[in-house]
């Protein structure tokens, strides 16, 4: 097989078909010709990719995309040629820009204790690093004293950071951490909080506008499910009769999952968006519980 160079895989990306799309919705306010008005989210990851865009004047909600998954392609692929046909994703001008990555590569420390430098070390004592196509990136929680470092595609972060000098990669979890934490109560019992995604589940637990605790659990059955979930309350001393649990991300009122869930946690009750933020009335075609991180990301400074 000959080699393809760096104008090939152009073409190619320039030639992909724009991947398939399973929301598509804007408010009419959008002006396009006033990108600098704006900020524009991204996620990517085993769900595929996303999009929000959000007035800045107005903290204010007003596109939200949702692309479905391409595995055989890679997240560098996928959104190099969503950018390619898109007129948004890639533009520049923009207020400001925030990319979020999932998977299960991260780690969180206090922030006194984090050394510039020793990233690759840090996630080294979980991940095996691989330098030919992951690189290591860290995002400082501002006023959490919390330094998320994780690993991304190379071929990712390089059209990233290319594309949006000066603006932010960060991991999912960072997302969904400071978006629990503006939803948690100053004064209260802790709260644990559930995103669950494509075989991935993310536990969060809260207490008084701090983090205890943040994971990511792989899941094929829902019997894994919910074993992880009562893991961590008992390790936490979460009571599943007393404790309230609230849900987010892909799942429905009627799956087996939130069946599950009803049947071992009495409090368990699915998520709102997060507060204190507006959102266009074209975003009323979804359920609140669903994209979480990506509106949370109008929080990540």
């Not at 994780?150 to 594309?163: D, P």
Request: glycine letters at 4%; proline letters at 6%; a negative charge.
């Amino acid at each position: 097989m000959l080699p393809v160079s760096h104008a090939d895989s152009a073409d190619f990306v320039a030639t992909a078909a724009l991947p398939t799309a399973l929301h598509r919705l804007r408010d009419e306010t959008l002006d396009t010709a006033n990108l600098a008005g704006y900020n524009l989210y991204l996620t990517a990851g085993a769900h595929g990719l996303r999009v929000g865009v959000a007035d800045v004047r107005r903290n204010k909600f007003v596109v939200l995309e949702d692309y479905a998954p391409e595995p055989a392609t890679s997240l560098a692929g996928q959104l190099q040629a969503l950018a390619s046909h898109h007129d948004l994703v890639g533009r520049p001008g923009w207020n400001r820009v925030r990319l979020a990555v999932q998977n299960r590569n991260f780690t969180l420390l206090p922030a006194p204790l984090f050394r510039d430098g020793d990233e690759a070390a840090y996630l080294r004592l979980h991940h095996q690093l691989d330098p030919q196509h992951e690189v290591v990136r860290r995002f400082l929680h501002p006023n959490r004293e919390v330094v998320s470092v994780f690993s991304i595609e190379k071929a990712l972060a390089e059209w990233f950071e290319r594309t949006y000098p000066q603006q932010k990669l960060l991991h999912q979890t960072s997302a969904l951490l400071e978006g629990v934490v503006h939803q948690s109560e100053r004064q209260g019992p802790p709260r644990l909080f559930l995103s669950v995604g494509p075989h991935e589940l993310t536990i969060a637990v809260v207490r008084e506008k701090r983090p205890l605790f943040c994971n990511v659990f792989n899941f094929s059955t829902p019997e894994d499910f919910i074993y992880y979930v009562i893991l961590v309350m008992q390790e936490l001393g979460l009571n599943p009769d007393d404790d309230p649990v609230a849900v987010y991300g892909d799942l429905m009122h009627d799956s087996e999952l939130f069946s599950v869930l009803r049947k071992y946690i009495r409090n368990v009750r699915f998520g709102n968006r997060p507060y204190d933020l507006s959102y266009s009335y074209r975003l009323n075609d979804v359920f609140e519980y669903r994209y979480f991180e990506l509106y949370s990301l109008h929080l990540c400074e």
